[in-house]
C-alpha cells in the first residue's frame, strides 16, 4: 500500500466508541458506492476509471501525446474547474512547481493553462510567452459553452489560425462530450481529433479520464503507472469494508466523528510546494462533494514550514474550529545535505551533514506533537513517494473517500447544485437573450 | 482614496444596531493604536514606515538595488514569513504571477526566493535554474538562527563562494538586527552590505522596510510611489474616529460583528491570480495577529472565477461559517477584447466585443448576489488598479484595520506565542544541544 492512514496524532480526540458509531454507517456507504444504489449514481463512472473502459481511445491519448510532443515547444491547456485542478495537479505533484523550466531537458512541452479565470492578464502574458514558439491546444469543455474555457478557445483558436492556417487544426485536439453539443460538431466539422468527457464522470472525478490523461502525457508523465497506482487502490480500498481494517473507510471515518464534534474546516497540509496544486484539487473534490444542504467540512489547505510562520499561530492557539490532513511523504524526490559551517553563525551545526528531508519530516512531527498539544486533532497519510503510481493511488484513496464520506454525512456526493446561482446571475448581468434571462436580470435589477 | 470599503452586499448582515454597538470600542481601538498604549505597543515602528524613518538607509536600498540590477540575471531571497510574504505579494501585485519570465524585458533580475520552506526540491531546483546565471543574495532574517533561511543561506553562500570566490561577497546583501546578533557579526567580518530589520516591528508588519522593500526595488517597482500609498492611507484613515467616516474602521468593525455572529472563517476573494499572493501575505496577518487565547478568524483565500469551480458550491451552500471580503479591482494591468465568433460555437456571441474586464467584474457582482442569497456576507474592497502606489495604500490598509480589529477582539494584535511550540520540539527532537532541549526531548519520547 503506497498510502497509508496513522491515527498515531488523533489519541484524545477520537475513541474507540465514536469509531463503533460510525463502524456501520461506514460499512454501509462503501456499499452504497459500491453497489452503485445511492444518490448520485449516474455519475459512478470514475469506479471504473482504473480499468481503462476504452482501450482503442486510450492508446489515441498515448500517440496524441507522443504527437504533440514532437510538433510544439508549448501546449495550452483550456479548462477550469474538474477539466484544470486534476491535470496540473498531477504534473506539479510528478514533475515540480517548475515543470516549465524542465521541459525541455525532460523532452516535453512547456504547459500553460488558460480558461480558468475571466483575467485579462492570464490571456495577455500565456500570448506573450507563446511568441516564437510552436503551440498546440486541448481545449477541455463537457458542454463547450463553459464561459472561460469558451472565451480562452477563440482566442487561443484565432491565434492559432493566425499563426498556422488551415494546418491549426492539426494541433488542436478537443476534450468533450461524445456526441451532443456545438463544441463536438465544430470540433468535427474542422476535423480536429476528439476525445471524450464520460456521461457517467463528474469533472471533479474525471482526472484518471481523457480529462486528465491527455495533457498528463503530453507532460511527459507514464500515464500506465498512474492508472495501475490506482487499481490497485481500487483494490485494497474496496476488498474490506470494516473502518479498522480500511484505510480509506477510516480517513472518510475520522473525517465525520470530528465534524460531528465541532470540527468544519479541515486543513489539508504537506511540507512540499509540489503538492500544493493537489491540495487545491483535493479542495474541489471535497468541497463541491459535500458542502451542499448547508453541511460540510470546509476544506483549506497550507504548506509547511512555509505557513507554519503565518497560520501556525491560528492553528496552534485560535479558535478550535479546525483539524488538520497532514501528508507525510516518505520519499523525496531530490537529495539535499545540510553543509557544515566553520563560522557556526546560526549555531545550526548539530544538524550538519543532515539529509534536509529528515530535518522536513522533524519539522512534521514536532508540528504534529505542537498542534495536538493546542488541541488540533492531526489525521496522517504517509505517502511514499512523488511517483506517478502513488499519484494515482492517492487519487483514487481520495475519491473513494469522498464518495463513502459524502454518504456518511447524508449528502449526494456528486451533484452541484449551489454552483448554477452566480452562472444564471452572470449571463442575465452580461445580457443573454432569453425569458429565463429577461426574469432573472430584471429581479437583480431591483435588487439592486 | 485608492480603497473603499462598500457595504452593498451586507444588507441584512450587518444591521445599524450592530455598528452602534461596536462604535465605540472602534474609535477605542483606533486611539489605541495611535496614542500606542495597548498592548504590543513595543511593535509600533510599522505606523511610521511611510515616513521613511532612515532616509539615508532608504537611498542606500535604492543604490543597492540598482548596482543588484546592474550585476545580476537572479537574485536568491531567502528569508520566510515576513521575511518573504510581502516582497513576494508586492511584486505578484504589480508584475503579476510571471514575473520571471518578464524580468528581463522589465530591465531586471528574476527573483527566486528560497529558505521558505525545507524542501529539498526547492533547493535542488533553485540551484539548477541558476546555472549559468549571474547572481545575488539577498538573506532576510532578524536574528540570523531561523532555521529554513540559515540552511538555505549555507547552502546558497557555499555556492556563491564557489562560483566568485571572495568576490561573493559584493553580491551578498544581508537585512538584519542593526546590531545584534551573530549575522550581523558576521556580514561586518565579511563585509556584506546591510539594512535593518528594525527592532519595533514584527515580522508581518515589515513590507514597507528594508525586509521588503529591497527585494521589491530589486524587481523595478517604484518604491517611491510604494512609500507614498502607504502614507496617503495612514493621512486618510487616522484622520477621523467614526466608523460611519472611516473605512479601514468600517473593515475592523464588521468583522467583529459578523465574527461575533459565528462565521469563524473569512475568505478573501479576488478576481485576479496576480493578488494571490497578496492574500498570502494578508493571511499571515490576520492568522497571527488574531488567532490567540482560542479566538479569532481563520484566514482562507480563493481566486474566482477559478475557485468557483470548486469551492463555489460550498460557499454558496454548505456549512454557514464563512463570509467573504471581496477585492473588486476597478482598472485591470490588460486589456483583452472577447472575439466575434461566426460560427458561434459556444453561443457566446452576445458578450462579443465586450472587454474581457467588464465580464470578470460582471462575474464579481453575479457571484456576489448569489452569495448572499445563500447567506454568506460579502465585505467588498474597491481598489483602483495594481500600481505601486495602490499596493502601498492597500498594505496600510489592511495593517491598520488588523491592529484595530486586534484590540477590538481583545488580543494582543504584535506577538505570536504559539508558533514556539513546534520550534522547540524541532529543535529537541533534531539534537539541539542545551538542557531546555533534553528536556523537551524527554517529554516527547514519553509522548511517542
Redesign the interface.
Same mark, same amino acid.
Given at each position: 500500500m503506497s498510502l497509508r492512514v496513522s491515527e498515531q496524532y488523533l489519541q484524545g480526540f477520537v475513541t474507540a466508541e465514536e469509531y463503533k458509531q460510525v463502524e456501520e454507517s461506514a460499512a454501509k456507504a462503501l456499499a452504497t458506492v459500491i453497489k452503485g444504489d445511492g444518490a448520485g449514481n449516474d455519475f459512478l463512472g470514475w469506479r471504473y476509471l482504473p480499468d481503462v473502459p476504452d482501450k482503442e481511445e486510450y492508446a489515441r491519448i498515448k500517440s496524441a501525446a507522443e504527437k504533440i510532443k514532437g510538433m510544439c515547444d508549448a501546449l495550452v491547456v483550456i479548462g477550469?474547474?474538474?477539466s484544470?485542478?486534476g491535470a496540473r495537479a498531477a504534473i506539479e505533484y510528478c514533475l515540480?512547481?517548475?515543470y516549465n523550466?524542465?521541459a525541455k531537458k525532460n523532452g516535453a512541452p512547456e504547459i500553460y493553462f488558460v480558461g480558468? @479565470?475571466?483575467? #485579462?492578464?492570464? =490571456?495577455? &502574458?500565456t500570448l506573450?510567452?507563446l511568441k516564437g514558439k510552436e503551440v498546440c491546444l486541448n481545449v477541455i469543455s463537457k458542454s463547450?459553452?463553459t464561459?472561460?474555457p469558451?472565451?480562452a $478557445?477563440?482566442?487561443f483558436r484565432?491565434w492559432m489560425e493566425n499563426k498556422y492556417g488551415e494546418k491549426a487544426a492539426e494541433r488542436i485536439f478537443v476534450t468533450t462530450d461524445k456526441a451532443r453539443g *456545438?463544441?463536438k &460538431? $465544430?470540433s468535427t466539422e474542422k476535423g480536429y481529433e476528439t476525445f471524450v468527457v464520460p456521461d457517467d464522470v463528474g469533472?471533479?472525478f474525471s482526472v484518471l479520464s481523457p480529462v486528465g490523461l491527455l495533457p498528463i502525457a503530453c507532460a511527459g508523465i507514464d500515464i500506465d503507472e498512474m492508472i495501475s497506482g490506482a487499481l490497485d487502490a481500487r483494490t485494497a480500498y474496496t476488498a474490506k469494508d470494516s473502518l479498522y481494517e480500511n484505510d480509506c473507510l477510516k480517513y472518510a471515518a475520522i473525517r465525520n466523528i470530528l465534524y460531528a464534534k465541532g470540527r468544519?474546516?479541515e486543513v489539508l497540509a504537506s511540507?512540499?510546494?509540489?503538492l500544493n496544486m493537489t491540495a487545491?484539487w483535493w479542495?474541489?473534490l471535497y468541497? &463541491?462533494s459535500?458542502? *451542499?444542504?448547508?453541511?460540510?467540512?470546509?476544506? #483549506?489547505s497550507v504548506? $509547511?514550514?512555509? @505557513?507554519?510562520?503565518?497560520?501556525?499561530? $491560528? =492553528?496552534? @492557539?485560535?479558535?478550535?474550529?479546525?483539524f488538520e490532513t497532514v501528508i507525510d511523504l516518505k520519499t523525496? #524526490?531530490?537529495?539535499?545535505t545540510?553543509?557544515f559551517?566553520a563560522?557556526d553563525? @546560526?549555531? !545550526?551545526n548539530?544538524?550538519a551533514n543532515?539529509? !534536509?528531508?529528515d530535518?522536513?519530516r522533524?519539522?512534521f512531527?514536532?508540528?504534529a506533537?505542537?498542534?495536538t &498539544?493546542?488541541d488540533v486533532p492531526n489525521i496522517v497519510l504517509e505517502i511514499d513517494s512523488r511517483s506517478a503510481y502513488d499519484f494515482g493511488y492517492a487519487v483514487f484513496f481520495f475519491e473513494l473517500a469522498c464518495a463513502v464520506s459524502g454518504y456518511m454525512l447524508g449528502v449526494n456526493p456528486f451533484d452541484?447544485?449551489?454552483?448554477e446561482?452566480?452562472?444564471?446571475?452572470?449571463f442575465?448581468? !452580461?445580457?443573454?437573450?432569453g425569458a429565463q434571462f429577461d426574469e432573472i436580470r430584471a429581479k437583480?435589477a431591483e435588487?439592486m
Open positions: 477550469i474547474g474538474g484544470y485542478l515540480g512547481t517548475n523550466a524542465f480558468k @479565470d475571466l483575467s #485579462a492578464s492570464t =490571456i495577455t &502574458e506573450e510567452l463547450g459553452t464561459t472561460e469558451a472565451i $478557445f477563440r482566442i484565432e *456545438k463544441l &460538431e $465544430f469533472g471533479r468544519k474546516v511540507y512540499e510546494p509540489s487545491e479542495k474541489q468541497g &463541491e459535500e458542502g *451542499k444542504g448547508k453541511k460540510g467540512i470546509f476544506p #483549506a504548506c $509547511f514550514t512555509t @505557513d507554519l510562520h503565518s497560520l501556525g499561530q $491560528f =492553528i496552534q @492557539d485560535g479558535t478550535p474550529v479546525l523525496p #524526490a531530490h537529495k539535499v545540510v553543509p559551517d563560522s553563525c @546560526d549555531g !545550526l548539530f544538524i543532515k539529509d !534536509l528531508h530535518v522536513n522533524t519539522a512531527m514536532a508540528t506533537m505542537a498542534h &498539544e493546542g452541484q447544485p449551489g454552483v446561482g452566480y452562472k444564471k446571475n452572470m442575465a448581468l !452580461l445580457g443573454k437573450p437583480l435588487k
